[in-house]
Every structure is written in C-alpha cells, then in structure tokens.
C-alpha cells in the first residue's frame, strides 16, 4: 500500500495528481455539489481497490467522499451513497 502525504489538496491538483482515477477524499469541502479540497486518502483506477483502501486509512477522519477524476462513459450508473458516522 502506497503512503499518501496527509496534505489536503485542492480539486484541480487531484485531477492532476491522479488523472482518470477513483480518490476516497478525506474531511472533503464542498461548494453545493462540488468538491472544492479534501485530503486524498487512496487512489486507484479500480472503485472497489480504491475505496478498501480509503476504508483502511480514515483513522483520524470525520467525512469521506469517493470520487473519479476522469470523464465517465455516457453509460456509466452511480448509486446513490449516504453519509454515515464513523465508527472511530
């Protein structure tokens, strides 16, 4: 597992960081919709690889959000997702 600088960064440097991937974002800020910064927790270009490892790191986080950086194909469905309390 690669270690991920706990710095948080805004949404044009993720995309350029991890270009065409899933980010799990930690504590994320967001202006309506919008991810405005959050602290990048994991990547992957796999979903499910990137949010296990996210799950793995949110000691010390209040929120998380998953996102992908890239354009997704016209056919691609995204479920609906709610917040949830930590457990820590």
Known sequence: MEI???VSLNWDEIKIQYPDEWVVLGDPIFDGMQIVKGT???HHQDKRVASIEGGERREGFVKFTLAFTGQLKSNYH???LRTVKSPL
């Open 40 to 42: 990048v927790l994991a």
């Open 4 to 6: 991920i600088e706990n």
């Open 78 to 80: 995204i479920g609906l």
